[in-house]
């Protein structure tokens, strides 16, 4: 198999030549040091991941050296790290949303990263296409406080804004799929390391007809769909699961989440993605250290198929490359089927 085909194969829950491995996001400084002068593309080559993912391009309005606004209007701070951080959100009414005017989705620069993307890479890596769910935009339109007061004190306008990516994303996400993405992913957390972030109650009435609504519009593209959320997810992953989502991502452990548990319940409907911790032994642990780790998530969440290797969440700023490296050529040493982890 090559590496399009290992992941297509692992998202149909079959069992491939060996447990594909890709991250979602890789810290420009990890690029950097991996590949000088290079860029997520080339560290894809450099390193044989098995899938690209790609967002779609937007052209920011820099206020100063490291403030600026987005399409949608949300000002950001570049704090150094590979996002940005929002601080002031342009929905503060009803009225707000009324005169609202969202990104246009088909403009001619929208797509520009996944072409190029595409001519380098297709048949050959799996492409995927990074958009949002029903939890971000609303979040970074409203702000974090207000869009959590929203699902009790001004639930109408949270659900037009929710609408308002459903609607959004679903066009953005058949563009790209048109263009020849292969996959579709979604990076929203709904939940923290306690659980998650609105009850389950809201949630099921509020997010999930939405969310489930969003999911069916991707499966309609005719490819497959992967969910990220970190958190603690056991008060929601049913519905999360009966959604209709292709896999779920990262399973994170620094929340409770036991990537094997998720399998021996789940494994069945969804593939899993992860879940090699970030925020422990890729960080601070040794490359050895890391090797084992690797095994261990490849012995647990591996055998019969189904399982992509990552980390537990991405690459962030604070894991060491050689780290990094150690986790992706452990997979492709330890990983073939059948699996002998030792």
């Known amino acids: 198999m090559n590496s399009a085909e290992r992941v297509i194969a692992v998202l149909r829950r079959k069992i491939p030549d060996r447990v594909p491995v890709f991250e979602w996001m890789v810290d420009r400084k990890v690029v950097e040091t991996i590949c000088p002068g290079g860029n997520m593309a080339d560290l894809v080559d450099r390193v044989d991941l098995d899938a690209i993912v790609v967002s779609p391009d937007e052209k920011l309005e820099w206020i100063d050296s490291s403030t600026c606004r987005d399409e949608w209007g949300v000002v950001k701070r570049d704090t150094g790290q590979s996002c940005l951080m929002e601080i002031e959100h342009p929905i503060k009414t009803k009225g707000d949303l009324k005169r609202f005017v969202p990104p246009d989705p088909d403009a001619e620069y929208r797509f520009d990263s996944l072409k190029r993307v595409i001519r380098r890479f297709k048949g050959r890596k799996a492409i995927i296409i990074k958009v949002r769910d029903v939890f971000s935009q609303p979040r970074d339109l409203r702000g974090f406080q207000n869009f959590l007061l929203d699902f009790v004190e001004n639930p109408v306008l949270l659900e037009d804004l929710m609408d308002l990516s459903v609607d959004y994303y679903s066009r953005l996400a058949r563009k790209a799929v048109d263009l020849g993405a292969d996959i579709i992913h979604t990076g929203d957390d709904m939940a923290d390391n306690r659980g998650?972030?609105?009850?389950?109650?809201?949630?099921?009435?509020?997010?999930?007809?939405?969310?489930?609504?969003?999911?069916?519009?991707?499966?309609?593209?005719?490819?497959?769909?992967?969910?990220?959320?970190?958190?603690?997810?056991?008060?929601?992953?049913?519905?999360?699961?009966?959604?209709?989502?292709?896999?779920?991502?990262?399973?994170?452990?620094?929340?409770?989440?036991?990537?094997?548990?998720?399998?021996?319940?789940?494994?069945?409907?969804?593939?899993?993605?992860?879940?090699?911790?970030?925020a422990g032994v890729l960080q601070y642990g040794t490359p050895e250290e890391v090797i084992r780790a690797t095994k261990d998530c490849m012995r647990v969440a591996s055998p019969g198929g189904g399982h992509v290797l990552s980390s537990s969440n991405s690459i962030h700023s604070g894991v060491p490359p050689q780290n990094f490296l150690a986790m992706v050529q452990t997979a492709h040493q330890f990983g073939h089927y059948p699996l002998a982890l030792g």
């Open 196 to 278: 998650p972030l609105v009850s389950p109650k809201h949630f099921r009435e509020i997010v999930y007809p939405r969310f489930k609504k969003l999911v069916s519009l991707f499966k309609d593209t005719g490819v497959y769909y992967i969910k990220h959320t970190d958190g603690y997810l056991w008060p929601i992953i049913e519905m999360l699961v009966d959604s209709g989502i292709d896999m779920l991502d990262p399973i994170d452990p620094v929340a409770g989440m036991d990537i094997g548990e998720v399998k021996r319940k789940y494994g069945d409907r969804i593939g899993i993605k992860g879940n090699v911790n970030c």
